[in-house]
């Protein structure tokens, strides 16, 4: 720990700065990915990927709210990235910081108006049923309340609770990423030439990624979030018991 103009400065470990690393590639990655797999969707590609099972889906309203979501998504979360990245004074980041209440408006229009509304207009149709559906409906429901609390949160100049709600709306964002992530391990880990009982163990798995896909890294942001403040105040309340008192003395 080092003492700057009486503010406590974190030295990141090693580990930790080459774990973020390791995450930030494996989510460039997967978004690179999903955005490669639009190219089943422009036209529409049943025979693989999302779409399998869905053709029927098309011949009524489901298109719309589906177009609208992948191209609205990938745009917000993109939006959100800066807008987290920006949230401390660093020198390179110096313009979007310029812009960060107009990029803020229209991450949070794009967000309340095209992506939550629409996902949850698709959970209605969610491939396993009824559990996976509550699991979409809740990450969308908790994604605009998020989103719409560090509206209120910067409006009242809570900078601090804005930056806490806004990196929760960010790990419910990028919830889809993982959930694509976790799809893709458990075809490779479980899914064998069953027939019927393929359907059946694909489903009940879907349903249980459409929750921890977003439910895990909520809980472990928040676990870490607290760990973290707490360490700080820790700290800080030790600096206080071992730092001298200056006094002046007025002479007469």
């Known amino acids: 720990m080092r003492i700057e103009d009486g503010q406590h400065v974190f030295r990141s470990r090693p580990l930790v700065g080459w774990l973020k690393l390791f995450l930030c590639i494996l989510a460039v990655k997967v978004f690179a990915m999903t955005i490669w797999g639009y190219r089943n969707y ?7 990927g999302f779409l399998i099972g869905r053709r029927a889906l098309f011949g009524g309203v489901y298109p719309l709210p589906f177009y609208i979501h992948i191209v609205s998504a990938p745009i917000g979360l ?12 660093t020198q390179k980041l110096r313009v979007i910081q310029r812009n960060h209440r107009r990029l803020g408006k229209t991450t949070a229009y794009l967000v ?23 699991g979409l409906w809740i990450q969308g429901s908790l994604t605009a309340g998020t989103m719409l609390m560090a509206i209120r949160a910067a409006k009242n100049h809570r ?21 694509r992530v976790l799809g893709g391990a458990s075809e490779v880990a479980f899914m064998t030439d069953l027939g019927n009982q393929h359907v059946a163990l694909w489903d009940n798995i879907y349903r249980f990624n459409t929750w921890i896909s977003w439910l895990f890294p909520l809980v472990a942001y928040e ?30």
Do not use: Y
């Open 112 to 134: 309340l108006t095209l992506v939550v509304p629409s996902g949850l207009w698709m959970a209605w149709w969610a491939a396993s049923g009824t559990i996976a559906m509550w």
């Open 223 to 252: 676990v870490l979030s607290s760990s973290k403040t707490g360490f700080r105040q820790r700290i800080n309340r030790s600096v206080r018991r071992t730092t001298p008192r200056v006094t002046t003395e007025t002479s007469f």
């Open 78 to 89: 993109v939006l959100m990235s800066f807008l987290v990245a920006s949230e401390r004074p």
């Open 159 to 179: 900078f601090d609770n804005h930056r806490i709600c806004m990196n929760r709306c960010f790990v419910l964002m990028a919830a889809p990423l993982l959930l």
């Open 42 to 48: 422009f036209p529409p590609n049943f025979d693989d």
